[in-house]
């Protein structure tokens, strides 16, 4: 008696799982959101007498469209839109010059920057169903990639500020993880990370303080593992036709 409640309990499940499907031929239109905000603070030598605040503020949007070809595979169009602010603080501990009391802070410049990047290329999606309402899924995506980072450097001590533009376009590679909600058939709420991301681009930079305007040019390349709360998205689809 107890092997078949067990069997009924198992058939039960996989028949519901095989109900909960993503057939041939549903639309996938849908995107997220992510936001974070972050500061630390740390020294700049070993001698404790400099220190700097980082101060950091990304926001991100990520369109995606798709078509289910079979059960819970779909290939479609994604892209990414970000900005991030960034303000580096360096302050610098004065240590009197008669005396041994406490040295002064003071401000020993600052340097602002933002990042503007946009990302766009194809992409494919699977779907892994733990019941009728909720599945995993792994986005694996790739295509072009293009940023523009301005930076403004100014210290007390230096009466122009120093102003810098790199831009810089090449290609990307994403393998991201995701969970999705189904409250209804049509509408799934999900929650994903950046996974792991590659980048390849070639960049030029513009600085006032050269003698030469020939901007400098360079090669980066770089490789991200974002699993951390700070590489979190919201987002929201529609699955038509469904």
Known sequence: M????????????LTHTAQAQLGPGTILLGGSLGYSQQSREGALDNTDRRFKLNKSIQFAI???AGYFLTDNLALGVSADYSITGNTQYQYLIAVPVFGTGPGRVVENGTIEMKTRRFNVGPMARYYAFVGEKAAFFGHLGAGYQGFRSESISASPLVANDSESLTTGSGYYAQLAPGFVFFPSAKLGLEVSLQGLLYRRTKNETTRDDLTTPTPLKSTSSRFEAGIGLSNLQIGAA???GR
């Open 2 to 13: 107890r092997n078949f409640i067990w069997g009924a309990a198992v058939l039960t499940l």
């Open 62 to 64: 990520g369109p995606t």
């Open 238 to 240: 529609f699955y038509l």
